[in-house]
Structures are given as structure tokens and as C-alpha cells.
């Protein structure tokens, strides 16, 4: 056998596959010292180790084979797999809400690299349909790929170019806009787009997957059809972000873009409102209102596009024994604006006051949040913040560290006069302060405990 039809494998994994007479892309079963698995055989990562086949077996689960436990191998056919799906024309249907889908890359518009084991993002929001037909049955959609890019490389040139998309579709006079956007970064644009468009008569959501699509478990179909159904019906026009409610497939939560985080690198049900709750729950069939004061759907096509970004801003995550050369460095780089990320009600230790002093004068705009993600930024309570509050740090509410970030960006880029900065970082523009947290605004339950172990029999995650 040729060695092209091995891609990836190497060392004994090679070996085995050679002596079965077993391809990648074969069909195969393989028997082992630990049970019986059928499915296919895929390419390697070319950073992977060398004991390890790599198998899709039927439920469409990907395994891990360890070559020495393989005592046989059968190829019963073969058929190199195209994951690729096909563009579809997306049909008109009278009656429907027309819904604009702007792709930026991320998890729900991707597919596995089985070659380097990455998930790339490779599907175009046309493809989306052809994966979702479902969505033809919600609303007409227009769909245009801005980026093809991970939410990580999502930036300043991202965040403008979206925003003034968004207002140009808007005029146009459609019903809702999707964004389809990798998770890890998700609360970052759901905050900028937030301050960037204000006013907008309709829904704009966000929305992604934490499993890749070609994945049994993937979210990626569902969150789909609820971002599309909010987009089209909902009548709550603002910025929220469109994720799992629950593990399971009940139901999606509407987040505001300013109050959400992610909160589990692999659960489905990974973003939370953080000190508030949910503006609404989505089904496929309806909408169920959470907040009782949101920002209504309108008639007409009036929107305020601000798209506004300074780059010279970082966020300074206070440790114990920090050394103030880190605050000292962000200035000495030319940063305009630093979030601190205190501790407790919004604490550094006394060896970076120097630090700050020397930022103030330089007319560096510092802000302070917490780490404890929850809760309220509370600097008269010590002598810590009122000193620092004497030398120039502005307690920002409850606002989230990152959401704080997002906004001083935004700010400093229309102004760099600092009472105009201080207006503008301190008044809310939707719900980034909020007057006061709910009692059930902060939900966090240990397991193990009887009453929530009880809970969670009765319920579910």
C-alpha cells in the first residue's frame, strides 16, 4: 500500500494499519482487548501521538484506538468522506419574516480538519441551510459572509465593519439580524455591537455552538432555528446573545450582550446572565418573557450606528504581590485606559499606588471591577479604595470586567477629555450598571449538597 493512503499515521499505528490492510477512510471493524468498534477509519492530526487509530464509529462519535490493544483489524469497504455540505438556494416564502444571517466564522459555520484535527471555519451561511432546513419553515433568509475567522481574531476592524453592516441592513428595512459567531469571544461582540448600535427598531442576536457541526451533539442546528425565530418574531429589538438554556434540548435563553458570560469551555449550556436574569426564554414555537423591560420592536428603520474603537486599552488582573513595573510597562507602551480587575469590593495592594499616580498624571483613565464576576465595585467601604479613588481609579458598578473593556474602548474613541470619559463609562446604555442585582441574579449551587443533589433528580442540569 502507498504511503498516501496513511495520512497522518506514523510508528505503530502505521504498522497496524499495514498489517490489516486497513486504509484511511476504509470501513472497518476492530476488535480489541477492551471490545468491538465499527466505523471509519480517519487521517490523523499531524501533531498527534503514534499509538492511536483514530475511528468515527457509528453513533458518529470519534474514538481513540490504542494500537496496542488491538489484537484484529477488517476493512469492509471504503469511501473517502466529504463533510463539506452543499449550498443551498434558500427559498421565498410569502408571509415570513425576512431575517439577514451575517456569517463571521466560529463552531456553528465550521468543520473538522480530520488532516490537522482542528476545527476550521470552512462553511459559508449559505451552507447553514443546507445543513438546516428547518430554517426555510421560520423566516426568508438572506445570508452574506463578512469574516471566515475564530472569535479570538475578532477585533476593532471586525467589530466597526459589523456595526455599520448592521445599520445598512437595518435601512433596508429588514425584520432581524443573526450573527453567526464563535463562543469564546461571543459576550465580547455582544457588548461592543451594544454600545456600537443603539436605538435599532429590531432583534439583533447572536449566536453560536459549542460542538462542532459534524457532531451528534451538536448545538449548532437548534441555536440556529431559535436565533432565527427571535430574529424574525421577537419583540424585543436588542443586542442579546442566543445560546442553550439547559444541557439538554428544551429550550434557548435570550441574554443581554452586556450582562452575558460564558462560563464552561465545553458545556452547551455555558452562557449565563450574570447579575441579572435572562431577558426571555425561545423555543422553536415561541417566546417566553423573563424581563417584563426590554427595548420593543418598531416600525420604522431609524438606528444610531457609533462605530467608535481605541486599541491603546488593557484590563490589569490584580494578584497578590503584583509589582507596579506591570501598571508601569501598560503606560510606558502608550495604553489611553486600563480596567482593573480588583479584589473583593475593588482592591489592589499599597505597592502599586505609585503605579497609579504615575498613570493619572499621564492621563492614563483607569476604571475598577471585580473579580468575584458577581457583585458591586464598593471603594468607600476601605481605606484601600478610597486611596486609590484620590489617585484616579472610577468604581464602575457592577459592570463585568470585559464588558468594562469593551466600553472604555469604545469610549476612548470618541473622547479622551476625562469628566466626558467618566459620563460616558458611568451611564448605563443598556443594563452594563444596573441600580441593583435580583436575589436570583447570583445562582450558584454546590454539588454534593443534599438539597441541590435533590434538585438536580427532580430537574435536570
Given at each position: 500500500m502507498s504511503e498516501d493512503i496513511f495520512q497522518g499515521y506514523k510508528g505503530p499505528a502505521l504498522e497496524i494499519l499495514k498489517k490489516f490492510n486497513v486504509r484511511v477512510w476504509g470501513q472497518a471493524s476492530v476488535s480489541t482487548t477492551r471490545g468491538d468498534f465499527q466505523g471509519t477509519i480517519l487521517p490523523r492530526s499531524e501533531n498527534d501521538d503514534d499509538m492511536h487509530i483514530v475511528?468515527?464509529?457509528?453513533?458518529?462519535?470519534?474514538?481513540?484506538?490504542?494500537?496496542?490493544?488491538?489484537t484484529e483489524m477488517k476493512e469492509t469497504g471504503y469511501k473517502k468522506a466529504n463533510y463539506k455540505i452543499p449550498e443551498k438556494q434558500f427559498p421565498v416564502t410569502p408571509g415570513l419574516p425576512k431575517v439577514k444571517l451575517f456569517g463571521t466564522g466560529g463552531t456553528i459555520a465550521s468543520r473538522l480538519d480530520y488532516r490537522t484535527g482542528a476545527v476550521i471555519p470552512a462553511f459559508t451561511p449559505g451552507e447553514l441551510y443546507g445543513a438546516v432546513p428547518e430554517l426555510a419553515d421560520i423566516c426568508n433568509l438572506e445570508t452574506e459572509k463578512l469574516f471566515a475567522v475564530f472569535s479570538e481574531n475578532m477585533g476593532p476592524y471586525q467589530y466597526k465593519t459589523l456595526a455599520i453592516a448592521i445599520g445598512k441592513e437595518i435601512e433596508k428595512g429588514v425584520d432581524g439580524i443573526v450573527i453567526g459567531h464563535g463562543t469564546d469571544t461571543l459576550?465580547?461582540?455582544?457588548?461592543?455591537?451594544?454600545?456600537?448600535?443603539?436605538?435599532?427598531?429590531?432583534?439583533?442576536?447572536?449566536?453560536?455552538?459549542?460542538?462542532?457541526?459534524?457532531?451528534?451533539?451538536?448545538?449548532?442546528?437548534?441555536n440556529l432555528q431559535h436565533a432565527m425565530?427571535?430574529?424574525?418574531?421577537?419583540?424585543?429589538?436588542?443586542?442579546?446573545?442566543?445560546?442553550?438554556?439547559?444541557?439538554?434540548?428544551?429550550?434557548?435563553?435570550?441574554?443581554?450582550?452586556?450582562?452575558?458570560?460564558?462560563?464552561?469551555?465545553?458545556?452547551?449550556?455555558?452562557?449565563?446572565?450574570?447579575?441579572?436574569?435572562?431577558?426571555?426564554?425561545?423555543?422553536?414555537?415561541?417566546?417566553?418573557?423573563?424581563?417584563?423591560?426590554?427595548?420593543?420592536?418598531r416600525k420604522d428603520k431609524n438606528v444610531i450606528i457609533k462605530p467608535f474603537y481605541e486599541e491603546r486599552v488593557s484590563m490589569l488582573y490584580y494578584y497578590p504581590g503584583m509589582s507596579p513595573d506591570v501598571l508601569d510597562a501598560m503606560v510606558d507602551l502608550g495604553y489611553k485606559g486600563i480596567i482593573i480587575i480588583g479584589t473583593g469590593l475593588g482592591?489592589?495592594?499599597?505597592?502599586?499606588?505609585?503605579?497609579?499616580?504615575?498613570?493619572?498624571?499621564?492621563?492614563?483613565?483607569?476604571?475598577?471591577?471585580?473579580?468575584?464576576?458577581?457583585?458591586?465595585?464598593?471603594?468607600?467601604?476601605?481605606?484601600?479604595?478610597?486611596?486609590?479613588?484620590?489617585?484616579?481609579?472610577?468604581?464602575?458598578?457592577?459592570?463585568?470586567?470585559?464588558?468594562?473593556?469593551?466600553?472604555?474602548?469604545?469610549?476612548?474613541?470618541?473622547?479622551?477629555?476625562?469628566?466626558?470619559?467618566?459620563?460616558?463609562?458611568?451611564?448605563?446604555?443598556?443594563?452594563?450598571?444596573?441600580?441593583?442585582?435580583?436575589?436570583?441574579?447570583?445562582?450558584?449551587?454546590?454539588?454534593?449538597?443534599?438539597?441541590?443533589?435533590?434538585?438536580?433528580?427532580?430537574?435536570?442540569?
Open positions: 475511528m468515527k464509529i457509528i453513533t458518529g462519535y470519534n474514538v481513540g484506538i490504542d494500537v496496542a490493544n488491538i459576550s465580547h461582540t455582544g457588548a461592543i455591537l451594544s454600545f456600537m448600535v443603539q436605538n435599532s427598531p429590531v432583534p439583533i442576536i447572536l449566536v453560536g455552538s459549542q460542538r462542532s457541526s459534524d457532531r451528534p451533539s451538536s448545538d449548532a442546528a437548534l425565530y427571535t430574529a424574525g418574531n421577537s419583540d424585543i429589538a436588542e443586542v442579546m446573545v442566543c445560546m442553550f438554556g439547559p444541557t439538554s434540548d428544551e429550550y434557548g435563553l435570550l441574554h443581554r450582550g452586556t450582562r452575558v458570560r460564558k462560563m464552561h469551555s465545553s458545556y452547551r449550556s455555558t452562557f449565563r446572565t450574570i447579575g441579572d436574569t435572562p431577558v426571555a426564554m425561545v423555543t422553536r414555537k415561541g417566546i417566553t418573557h423573563i424581563k417584563e423591560n426590554y427595548n420593543h420592536r482592591h489592589v495592594n499599597k505597592e502599586l499606588y505609585p503605579a497609579i499616580e504615575r498613570a493619572t498624571k499621564k492621563g492614563v483613565h483607569m476604571f475598577m471591577t471585580v473579580q468575584t464576576i458577581w457583585g458591586y465595585v464598593h471603594m468607600f467601604v476601605y481605606d484601600t479604595g478610597r486611596d486609590m479613588m484620590a489617585k484616579g481609579v472610577i468604581p464602575a458598578g457592577n459592570m463585568l470586567p470585559e464588558t468594562a473593556f469593551i466600553k472604555l474602548s469604545w469610549v476612548l474613541g470618541q473622547t479622551e477629555d476625562p469628566a466626558e470619559v467618566r459620563r460616558l463609562m458611568l451611564t448605563p446604555i443598556n443594563d452594563e450598571i444596573t441600580e441593583r442585582e435580583p436575589y436570583n441574579g447570583y445562582l450558584v449551587y454546590q454539588g454534593g449538597v443534599p438539597e441541590v443533589e435533590e434538585f438536580i433528580r427532580k430537574v435536570h442540569k
